[in-house]
């Protein structure tokens, strides 16, 4: 079984620049890309940012210049660092990534449980 738990998530003032962390545990034998998707009320779950197992990310129009993804290979972890947040980031987060289980053959899409980030004054 894999897990990922995602935390950093919260009430945040706009302008402010939270850090998102999700943190792969479980049978891992590798892990490929890892993403951070989001979902607001009412709307689609959209992808926010990407990055590969080689560490080259790539990010949706609306984040661009203000999001970064990053991971640490050696501790199957994804960060998001959020900065000049705006009311319209505030959505629940979450982390998904392609795993590769120990004594299984292929990679599989995990998800974490979301977390709420809410963007107000």
């Known amino acids: 079984q894999v897990q990922l738990v995602e935390s950093g998530g919260g009430l945040v003032q706009p302008g402010g620049s939270p850090r998102l962390s999700c943190a792969a545990s479980g049978s891992i034998f590798s892990i490929n890309a890892m993403r951070w998707y989001r979902q607001a009320p009412g709307k689609q779950r959209e992808l926010v940012a990407v990055i590969t197992s080689g560490g080259i990310g790539d990010y949706a129009d609306s984040v661009k210049g203000r999001f970064t993804i990053s991971r640490d290979n050696a501790n199957n972890t994804v960060y998001l660092q959020m900065n000049s947040l705006k009311p319209e980031d505030t959505a629940v987060y979450y982390c998904?990534?392609?795993?590769?289980?120990?004594?299984?053959?292929?990679?599989?899409?995990?998800w974490g449980q979301g977390t709420q980030v809410t963007v107000s004054s």
């Open positions: 998904n990534a392609d795993v590769r289980e120990k004594y299984r053959v292929g990679y599989y899409s995990r």
